[in-house]
Each structure stands twice: as structure tokens, then as C-alpha cells.
């Protein structure tokens, strides 16, 4: 999550990854959730070019752990309803009911462009396709007959997907900052991300998204992501953001993500830019939980009194920062009540 060229950045194989996961696994971690890219955002790095296929990577880890939720990230533009369903069945066969669905609608034209595509101008468009999508692959988990669809995107003959997930419909993600993309969120997502750019912005913004999906008579939980540099003192951890996020910026691939960003999302606000390009260099826009644990544990605590019901958490190294921020942060989270003891 942090396009730096240090020498000692995530390497995204499935060696890590499988090391990463068994050890979320043991830790009590609830779940593990990918970025779906198809090509990478260029400079030194080309940042996020080199990463796994994630349904395939969800189904092995699955396959590998005990307790972890994993989560797929699926681009509805790229990849088929009928297949997706029968996927996400088999993962969570795969994972004895513990497999979950992140929707992406799409926003990245350059990765539109690379599989022949064309993004539309317009957010009513993307999520009226992803409307339809999603209403498919639903009524693929839950109709055990076959059945005809005749939509504006799809027209579909005796089509069926057996089996079904073994606990009904699978927990669905989605993040969403367009008013198209939350009104999708809410009609259908169990969770749904926003960034924590401003807490004084979220706390608003969270009561409203809770009450546009109780207006539907739903009930959504909003998360967030963080990014976690977490060490013995302060000064260390500054003098390490200092290191890989300013001094060893990849400044390419920093500038071609915010310019996808804030030309086809609407995710982040454009009125605080120069934060928010400080923030991507550290963990691609993540709400910062930089210090030492104390520091950091209070950090999540205040995105738990905003509102938000969980964060994600990022490191720069994963499988070497991890251990220290689980030996000595979630111990504090415990204590204060907002984490159940690992059992």
C-alpha cells in the first residue's frame, strides 16, 4: 500500500502472502482484503503492477487457515456474473462459510483501456451495470431453479449456479464516495469503506450513511483503512515515515494514482489535496497510526469513537511490523474493550 522504492518495500508473493495470513490467522484477525489491480500506476516501481489474481489468492488462503475471513475484490466490468457466483460459492466451500465479496465498480481508466474497454463518463452508468451485476449473481446464489434474465446489460438463458454459499448470501463490501456509489453501498453492502481524511468530517458523514440505509430498511457498517507505522518511539516512527514515504517517494507513481483518483473517483475530498498526496505516499490515502503503540492504539480508538465499526490496517512490511504492532497494540485494544481477547 505505500508506492515507496525502498529496497525493503511488500513484495506481493504468495510466500508472503501465506506467511501473512497464517499469522492474522493465529493473531485473531477478523479478515483480509485485497486490491484488485490489472496493471500497475508506473514510476520506479510501477506500483501495483506485480500483484496476485484475488479470487485465486482468497481460495488458497482459505484453503491454508483455520478462522480469517478472506475477502475477493472483484471488478464487476471484468469479470462474468454467472462465473463470479460459482467462485465465491466455492471459495467459501473452500473456507467452511468464510469467504466474502468486495464489488468494485470500476474507476481506473487505464485499466479499462488494457482489457479493451471503455470507462463511462458517468457514475449512473457504472452502477447501473454494477446494479445489474450484483442483482445476478444474488439470484444465482438464491434460486436453486433455472432461470431466464433479460436485462439492459445481460440477457441470460437457463442460467443457474449450484452450489450456493453455505450461509446464504456471503458478507458484501463495497467502497463508495460518489452519491451513485452510495446509494449502491447501501442498498447492498453489509460494509462499506470510507477514507478518515477529516475526523470531524466522518462523524457526520457516518451518521448519514447509516441513516440512508435504515431509510431502506438496512443496516450497514462503516469501516475504514489505516496505515500503521508503529515502533518503540515516536521519533522512530517519524524518522521512518520520513524514510520511505518522503525521502524514498515513488513521486511517478504518487502522481498517477492521485490523477486516476481525482479524475474518475470521488472517494477522496478534493479540497484537502496536499494531505491527501502526503497520506497515498504513506499507504495509499490510509488514516496515519504513526508512533508508538500507546500512540497508535489511541489512534484506532478514536476512529472507534467516530463511529466507524473497524479499520483495516497496512504496513509497509507486513510480515515484519505485524508482529510488534500484535504483541503490543492489540493487547491496549483489549484492554479498552473494543477487542474481544484472541482465543
Avoid at 67 to 72: G, H, K, L, M, Q
Avoid at 127 to 137: K, L, N, R, T
Avoid at 209 to 230: N, P
Wanted: hydrophobic fraction near 40%; charge should be negative.
Amino acid at each position: 500500500m505505500s508506492p515507496t522504492t525502498i529496497p525493503e518495500r511488500w513484495v506481493a508473493s504468495w510466500d508472503n502472502n501465506l506467511t501473512l495470513g497464517q499469522m492474522l490467522d493465529e493473531a485473531g484477525i477478523d479478515f483480509m482484503l485485497p486490491i484488485a489491480r490489472w496493471i500497475g500506476y508506473g514510476g520506479e516501481t510501477d506500483f501495483h503492477g506485480e500483484v496476485l489474481e484475488t479470487v485465486t489468492w482468497a481460495t488458497a488462503l482459505l484453503a491454508m487457515t483455520k478462522r480469517i475471513s478472506v475477502i475477493a475484490t472483484v471488478h464487476t466490468v471484468a469479470n462474468h456474473p454467472v462465473a463470479v457466483a460459482k467462485q465465491i460459492a466455492t471459495m467459501d466451500q473452500v473456507g467452511q462459510g468464510r469467504s466474502g465479496l468486495n464489488i468494485v465498480a470500476g474507476w481506473n481508466k487505464p485499466e479499462y483501456e488494457a482489457l479493451g474497454l471503455t470507462l463511462p463518463d458517468d457514475h449512473e452508468t457504472r452502477y447501473g451495470y454494477a446494479q445489474e451485476w450484483f442483482d445476478i449473481v444474488t439470484a444465482l446464489w438464491t434460486r436453486d431453479e433455472p432461470f431466464d434474465w433479460d436485462g439492459q446489460y445481460f440477457h441470460l438463458k437457463h442460467t443457474y449456479s449450484l452450489p450456493h454459499p453455505l450461509q446464504g448470501i456471503p458478507p458484501i463490501v463495497n467502497a463508495a464516495g460518489s452519491g451513485q456509489g452510495r446509494e449502491f453501498a447501501t442498498r447492498n453492502a453489509n460494509f462499506l469503506f470510507t477514507p478518515a481524511i477529516d475526523l470531524s468530517r466522518s462523524v457526520d458523514e457516518i451518521v448519514q450513511l447509516k441513516r440512508q440505509a435504515e431509510g431502506i430498511g438496512r443496516s450497514v457498517d462503516v469501516l475504514t483503512f489505516s496505515h500503521v507505522v508503529c515502533r518503540p518511539t515516536e521519533q522512530e516512527a517519524k524518522d521512518y515515515v520520513r524514510y520511505y514515504a518522503f525521502d524514498h517517494r515513488d513521486d511517478v507513481a504518487v502522481s498517477n494514482l492521485m490523477r486516476l483518483q481525482l479524475a474518475h473517483a470521488e472517494s477522496f475530498p478534493h479540497d484537502l489535496l496536499t494531505r491527501i498526496t502526503d497520506l497515498f505516499a504513506m499507504g495509499h490515502g490510509g488514516f496515519p497510526l504513526v508512533g508508538t503503540p500507546a500512540q497508535v492504539a489511541e489512534g484506532i480508538l478514536k476512529l472507534h469513537e467516530t463511529g466507524f465499526g473497524g479499520t483495516t490496517l497496512s504496513f509497509v512490511d507486513y510480515n515484519k511490523e505485524f508482529p510488534y504492532f500484535r504483541d503490543n497494540v492489540l493487547p491496549i485494544l483489549e484492554e479498552k474493550g473494543i477487542r474481544l481477547p484472541n482465543r
